[in-house]
């Protein structure tokens, strides 16, 4: 199961767009790009391995294998990037801002409800992160 995460970047944060076999499944927010400091930027684009894992302050969530120079990047929920996270991924419902959303728990049930299916088949599970490039775009 491959995941694909398109990006758009601004200094306030990064607002994503998350497709699953070319569905659309959710939108994101993440930090800003800050060169991949840690606690303080998104992570590099790239592929990334995807595995289930669970803590006291999350409960059940994702972690993000094999991130240079960073560890314990997650999905989990938030619904302010500058406020709630420090380099993680939050699935929301809906976009209310740049870097802000709503209903994120509601969605992260349904990402990793997704995650332990492909578990259950013996799939790997991979994130693809894209920066969206609107310059191409040509009015109609």
Known sequence: MEFVLHRAYFKEGTNGTLFCSGTFLCHTIELPWNNNKGNLSCIPEGTYEIMTRFSKRFQNHLLVKGVSNRRLILFHPA????????????????LSGIGKGTQSRP???KLLSLVHQAQDRKEPILLTIKSQNYEHCRTL
């Open 79 to 94: 619904n302010d990037a500058l406020k709630e996270l420090e380099g993680c991924i939050a699935p929301i419902t809906y």
């Open 107 to 109: 969605v992260m049930q």
